[in-house]
Each structure stands twice: as C-alpha cells, then as structure tokens.
C-alpha cells in the first residue's frame, strides 16, 4: 500500500489504496473521504490565512488554500463537499507554560479559521480532536476512511482510533 507522509503546508488527495500520515504541533490537519467512491484526502496547514495582497493559486500552507485545494479537487470528482466525511485534528498548544496572549495563538486560530471555511463551504465535520497540549500523530487510510491518531504529551501517550 502507497505511504504518503505529509509535511507542513503539505496537501494530498486520491483514491483508495493510499495511507497518509502526518505529525502535528500547533498545525491543523483536515481528512476529507466519499464513502461510496472511496477517494479523498488530508492537508496540513500552518497559518489561517495568507496576506490579502496574495493573489496566487492556493497554498495548502495556510487553512483558505487547502480548503480552496479540497473544493478543486472535490469538483474533479463531480462530487460536492457534502457528500464527504470530514475530520479536523490538531492545533495543540506547544508551550502553554508561556501563557500565549489570545491575538498570538496561532493554535486557537488555526482551529477557527478551519472551523470557519468548513462551513463557508458546506463540509460537514464529523470528528475532530483539537487543542490542548502536545503534538498528534496520525495516519489517514484512503480505502476505508479511518484516520488513527496518537497523542505525544509529556503527560499521557495513547492511540485512538475514530471512525
């Protein structure tokens, strides 16, 4: 089976037979998957959004590229964003001893900006396991849908799978 392992501002999307597997900090991660044609994919963003003056083609480095990238790709499909499972995974905080001042948590603002452009354009989130503290580590079967997650804390290590 095809292994994909995305970095940050990384994108994939394609058919049954693949596994993509990613690590996230303060990043966000979302899992797109069609039941019945068994296709989708995963993004790993960084930032909410990029510069207003960027008028460039989507960049899967920020949360309105990768949705942008997710609604290209959905269309090549002929599909429409809801007839696909979402997950959204990520955006813990990695030092909050620190006590991050609100207008800097790049965390928080990473989930609500995904949270955000998922409903703007009508994807429905159907799991998500985000913020605290710690990274994630997750592996996102095309096949079947399933995305495994394992939480690396200093205070607890445990795998989850969803469904």
């Given at each position: 089976?095809?292994?994909?392992?995305?970095?940050?501002?990384?994108?994939?999307?394609?058919?049954?037979?693949?596994?993509?597997?990613?690590?996230?900090?303060?990043?966000?991660?979302?899992?797109?998957?069609?039941?019945?044609?068994?296709?989708?994919?995963?993004c790993?963003?960084?930032?909410?959004?990029?510069?207003?003056?960027?008028?460039g083609?989507?960049?899967?480095r920020?949360?309105?590229?990768?949705?942008?990238?997710?609604?290209?790709?959905?269309?090549?499909?002929?599909?429409?964003?809801?007839q696909?499972?979402?997950?959204?995974?990520?955006?813990?905080?990695?030092?909050?001893?620190?006590?991050?001042?609100?207008?800097?948590?790049?965390?928080?603002?990473?989930?609500?900006a995904?949270?955000?452009?998922?409903?703007?354009?009508?994807?429905?989130?159907?799991?998500?396991?985000?913020?605290?503290?710690?990274?994630?580590?997750?592996?996102?079967?095309?096949?079947?849908?399933?995305?495994?997650?394992?939480?690396l804390?200093r205070?607890?290590?445990?795998?989850?799978?969803?469904?």
């Open positions: 089976m095809p292994e994909v392992f995305l970095h940050p501002g990384d994108y994939h999307f394609g058919g049954a037979g693949t596994r993509i597997h990613t690590v996230l900090g303060s990043c966000v991660s979302i899992t797109v998957w069609h039941p019945t044609l068994r296709l989708g994919g995963m790993h963003y960084m930032l909410p959004a990029r510069r207003r003056t960027d008028h083609p989507p960049d899967p920020y949360a309105d590229g990768a949705i942008g990238m997710f609604l290209r790709d959905v269309r090549r499909a002929n599909t429409t964003p809801g696909y499972e979402v997950k959204m995974f990520g955006g813990g905080r990695q030092f909050p001893e620190s006590g991050i001042p609100a207008p800097l948590d790049v965390a928080r603002h990473n989930i609500d995904g949270i955000a452009l998922l409903e703007r354009h009508d994807f429905a989130l159907t799991v998500s396991n985000l913020g605290g503290t710690g990274a994630r580590r997750l592996i996102f079967d095309i096949g079947t849908g399933d995305v495994w997650l394992r939480t804390d205070s607890r290590d445990r795998d989850e799978a969803t469904a």
